[in-house]
């Protein structure tokens, strides 16, 4: 009994507030506690091995062993454990990775601000839309427009930009200066005899209706992830940022890419931009930088972004925004380290060597009768299952059709996240192919158990 008491699910339970859980839930189910980590695999505290489908939070793109992060991290703690970047001060790790990231940048970029959490690098990104207007004498252009169902983040600025409900009710979010736009997923949106580029310019105009309402000189900037990732997995049409950015630029107004997910190979692109023709003036990355090694995130801004902090330096005497770890000596070392082993492994070669593989054993479940969408696109994936395919009848919130998938996958071995309508994969970039024939087996039982449970 009192073995019991003092286990590691009763301690979490007394004492964890767990983020994304149902706190209630949580009471009565307790944790899951992760021990150890090996290669695309997780074990639990007894011993069960998992295939991790979902890297983690989509971000452990070099899987759960990778001795030379490890090293790398040892390497600097024993170095320079701590060093800022306030007042000038800087360090070597920063200023190679600072360097490497304006190279490997999509679009030609003049400098690099690290931060801590995707959260926050979407915080610094705002924050700098406002500033640049203040700088260059246009006060009122400070509306963000962001996307329903986009996903950039909790703190209470980036919060207000995800389009999602729960981030929003009773946190008193959204705050105000922040709009949103139609979501472009064709499947639940599109209309009937509606093809994709009719849809995508049906979007764009919706955008560019929003704007006009609202007013082209107090729209400051657009925010979006290239594919939005955990919105769902929603492709965009094809031609949908070329509309788009060309309402951008008759309106003068800035766009951010949040390639938090998508950078870094995810899309069989270094940056999520390229699949897109997407040209950013900031791009605000995390998660896959370190492949989630160690907590860091940056955005890299373009030069007419950089002036303008500059002359606002010259006017108010600094530029007042940082945070303590902004650069930290270990997670730079191991981001570093990270990016090393993406270009001498070729990551980008074997993710595209793959893909095909991933994407054909993804579209099959197409087939499955618990599947009414599949939208997908590079190593990211996402089913939404329905009640009924011919009507694209949706299962109730109460079903739990989903949590039922996920607990299905997970008795199965395969970690995954299982949300709302979505079965969703994003495994490790290091995945090999018997790995992604093997997560999809099991996967394809699990759903079709929970077919059964949910007739
Ligand atoms: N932006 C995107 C696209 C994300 O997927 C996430 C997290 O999943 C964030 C921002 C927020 O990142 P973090 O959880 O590190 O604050």
């Known amino acids: ?70 090293e790398a991290a040892y390497r600097q703690m024993k170095e320079l454990p701590f060093y800022h970047s306030f007042g000038g001060k800087s360090h070597e790790t920063a200023i190679e990775l600072a360097e490497r990231l304006i190279k ?99 979007c764009a105009a919706s955008l560019e209706r929003l704007i006009l309402e609202e007013g082209p000189e107090t729209i400051g900037a657009f925010f979006a992830e290239p594919l939005m990732a955990s919105g769902g997995c929603i492709v965009p049409p094809p031609t949908y940022y070329e509309k ?32 897109f023709g997407m040209k950013p003036d900031i791009i605000t990355m995390a998660k896959q930088l370190s492949a989630a090694y160690q907590p860091i995130s940056a955005l890299m801004i373009n030069a007419k972004l950089h002036e303008a902090v500059v002359a606002e330096s010259q006017k108010i005497g600094t530029f007042g925004h940082g945070f303590t770890y902004s650069g930290h000596p270990v997670a730079t070392a191991v981001a570093l380290e990270t990016l090393k082993i993406y270009e001498e492994r070729d990551i980008l070669g074997h993710v595209r060597s793959v893909v095909p593989l991933f994407q054909r054993r ?23 299952l329905v009640r009924n395919k011919a009507t694209k009848e949706a299962f109730k919130p109460g079903d739990g059709v989903a949590i039922h998938a996920g607990k299905r996958a997970q008795a199965h071995g395969v970690i995954t996240r299982a949300l709302g309508d979505n079965f969703s994969f994003c495994p490790p970039l290091i995945m090999t192919e018997p790995e992604i024939d093997e997560m999809f087996d099991r996967s ?8 059964d449970w949910a007739k």
Not at 3 to 30: I, K
Not at 363 to 384: F, K, S, Y
């Open 362 to 384: 993804l579209n099959a479940l197409r087939e499955h009768p618990l599947v009414g969408d599949v939208r997908g696109r590079g190593m990211i994936g996402t089913l939404e």
């Open 244 to 275: 788009i950015q060309a309402i951008l630029a008759r309106y003068d107004i800035l766009l951010i890419a949040d390639e938090v997910i998508c950078g870094f190979g995810r899309l069989g692109t270094m940056f999520g931009s390229e699949s």
């Open 104 to 202: 490997l940048s999509p679009v030609p970029m003049s400098k690099v601000f690290f931060a801590n959490s995707g959260s926050e690098a979407n915080d610094t990104a705002m924050k700098l839309v406002w500033y640049y207007h203040n700088a260059i004498g246009k006060p009122e252009k400070k509306k963000i427009i962001s996307r329903n169902r986009a996903y950039h983040g909790v703190t209470i600025a980036s919060a207000s930009l995800t389009g999602l409900p729960n981030n929003h009710r009773d946190f008193d979010l959204p705050i105000d200066r922040i709009l949103h736009t139609d979501c472009p997923e064709f499947y639940r949106y599109g209309h009937e005899g509606e093809t994709e580029e009719e849809f995508a310019s049906r």
């Open 444 to 451: 394809t039982k699990a759903l079709d158990e929970t077919y």
């Open 1 to 70: 009994m009192t073995a019991l008491l003092n286990s590691l699910e009763a301690r979490d339970t007394a004492f964890v507030l767990h983020p994304y859980t149902n706190a209630s839930q949580h009471l009565e189910n307790g944790p899951m506690v992760i021990a150890k980590g090996e290669g695309v695999y997780v074990i639990d505290n007894d011993g069960n091995r998992y295939i991790e489908a979902l890297g983690g939070l989509f971000c452990a793109s070099l899987g759960f062993s990778e001795p030379r992060l490890v």
